[in-house]
C-alpha cells in the first residue's frame, strides 16, 4: 500500500473505555499516524482516564469518602487495566500478555511511551475528571484538562475522528 501525503492532518481519538484491548488500539493508531506525520490528539473520559493515572502518584488528600474508595479500587494506570472480553479474573489478560510476548508484540505502557515521545497530544474531560474526583497531578505530566467545548472544537476541525 502506498502512502498518499497525510503530513498536516490531523487525528481526534475518543478514548471512553477503560480497558486494556481498547486503549491498546487507540494507542497503535494515535503511534501509527504519528509515524505519517498526522497530528493526534487523545481525548480521555470517564474510564479512559485510567490509561493515563501515574502509578507512583496517586493522592487522596482533599478527597471525599467516595472519591478515596474509588481512586483506590480503580486502575491506576496502564498496566492495571481489565480486557473487555474474556478477563476472566485477570486470567485471560496474563493468557493475552504472554501471547503478545512470544509475538514480541509491545505492550500498553510501551505504546504509551511510544506515543508520548512522539508528542501524542493527551487531553482529559474537565467533568469526567471532577466527578470521579481525580487532580491533575495524578496524570501523566503530558496531561491536560479541557472541556467537551474544548474537544468538539478538536473534534471537528479533525481530518479523522474515532470514539472507542
Known sequence: MHHNDVKGKRLNL??????????????????????????????????????????????????????????????????????????IAGIGKAMLEEMMEDAEAPRLIDFLKGARKKGVKFYGCKMSVEVMGFKQEEFIPEFEVITAADYLEDALNSDMQLFV
Open 14 to 87: 475518543l478514548l471512553f473505555s477503560g480497558e486494556y484491548d481498547k486503549a491498546l488500539a487507540v494507542l497503535t493508531i494515535a503511534n501509527a499516524a504519528r509515524e505519517l506525520g498526522v497530528e493526534v490528539t487523545i481525548f480521555c473520559a470517564f474510564w479512559g482516564l485510567f490509561i493515563l493515572r501515574d502509578p507512583e502518584k496517586m493522592t487522596l488528600e482533599d478527597k471525599t469518602a467516595y472519591e478515596k474508595m474509588f481512586s483506590t479500587m480503580t486502575p491506576k494506570g496502564p498496566e492495571e487495566l481489565p480486557l473487555s472480553k474474556m478477563n
